[in-house]
T-cell receptor, first 115, second 112 residues
Framework: GAGVSQSPRYKVAKRGQDVALRCDPI?????LFWYQQALGQGPEFLTY????????KSGLPSDRFFAERPEGSVSTLKIQRTQQEDSAVYLC?????????????FGPGTRLTVT | GENVEQHPSTLSVQEGDSAVIKCTYSDSASNYFPWYKQELGKGPQLIIDIRSNVGEKKDQRIAVTLNKTAKHFSLHITETQPEDSAVYFCAASTDSWGKLQFGAGTQVVVTP
């Protein structure tokens, strides 16, 4: 079946521009996570949604980062006034249940380059 | 919070040999430990996982062991093949809805 999809796959932004990254989770998955992966590093947690509720945003690095999942399906991660340090791969993952004991399936990621 | 350390950072093996990657975690409340394989330009792919009520799990050439007392877990790949070359990440989950803390990754290179 269809896995997690993300768009765009690549995004180049000039410093100061706003960007929006989209995630389409696996149909019916309750949980949705965003992670940030710097070059050569493991993914770092950004935020978590259970259906449409954002229950954890402790990993968002600044108030320039905003995420939403208004209908409990598609999610958008928005970064305002992008900075060079925002350059990274942004990964989305979904899970069938709202429990730590269930698998997370990742999308291919969006590679953001801020120039 | 949880801290996961992963060793080695790079691992070079001959085709057909075994590869072992080890991870340690800090939070004794961690209860779920997945392993991901990431190829260049792709997202992490779940290859095997283990829950805290199990000590070992095997899936064909891949196995994972968990030692809760020592707070470490390991990935074992037997009969390695060139297509096993990738970066492997371990992770641990503690909070109630599954936020994952990842290790730094191991670059595995399998030479023919």
């Amino acid at each position: 079946g269809a896995g997690v999809s993300q768009s765009p796959r690549y995004k180049v932004a000039k410093r100061g521009q706003d960007v929006a990254l989209r995630c389409d989770p696996i149909s019916g998955h309750v949980s949705l996570f965003w992670y940030q992966q710097a070059l050569g590093q493991g993914p770092e947690f950004l935020t978590y949604f259970q259906n449409e509720a954002q229950l954890d945003k402790s990993g968002l690095p600044s108030d320039r980062f905003f995420a939403e999942r208004p209908e409990g399906s598609v999610s958008t991660l928005k970064i305002q006034r992008t900075q060079q340090e925002d350059s990274a791969v942004y990964l989305c993952a979904s899970s069938p249940r709202d429990s730590s004991l269930y698998e997370q399936y990742f999308g291919p990621g969006t590679r953001l380059t801020v120039t | 919070g949880e801290n996961v350390e992963q060793h080695p950072s790079t691992l070079s093996v001959q085709e057909g040999d075994s590869a072992v990657i080890k991870c340690t975690y800090s939070d004794s409340a961690s209860n779920y430990f997945p392993w991901y394989k990431q190829e260049l330009g792709k997202g992490p792919q779940l290859i095997i996982d283990i829950r805290s009520n199990v000590g070992e799990k095997k899936d064909q050439r891949i196995a994972v062991t968990l030692n809760k007392t020592a707070k470490h877990f390991s990935l074992h790949i037997t009969e390695t093949q060139p297509e096993d070359s990738a970066v492997y990440f371990c992770a641990a989950s503690t909070d109630s809805w599954g936020k994952l803390q990842f290790g730094a990754g191991t670059q595995v290179v399998v030479t023919p």
